[in-house]
């Protein structure tokens, strides 16, 4: 016999709060393009700046190189160098910083 799942019956808490400041155009826009989704000003703000904040957390983690780059990445790694002093002072350097 398989159980049943509960869902939460509770909302979300939202206890932490920002604020912001538009010009009287930038509201009126905003208002327009909710009602237009048939949504809250407060809805359509948060849903779009959680659209927003995703995209530029996923931009930043996305490394984009150019052909040129590319090309200059593949052949640093096809032809290593053998570790020099200068490079085993810099590793040790951040393992001391980092606490590795």
Known sequence: MTEAVLK???????????????TAEQKTLIERAAALQ???????VLTSVQDAARRAI??????????RDSEAFVEALLSLKPVNDRLRGTVRRYRERAGV
Do not use: M
């Open 8 to 22: 939460p019956t509770r909302k979300r808490v939202r206890g932490e709060r920002l604020e912001t400041r538009v």
């Open 58 to 67: 996923e931009e930043h983690s996305q490394l984009t190189l150019s052909v």
């Open 38 to 44: 048939g949504r809250t000003v407060t809805d359509f």
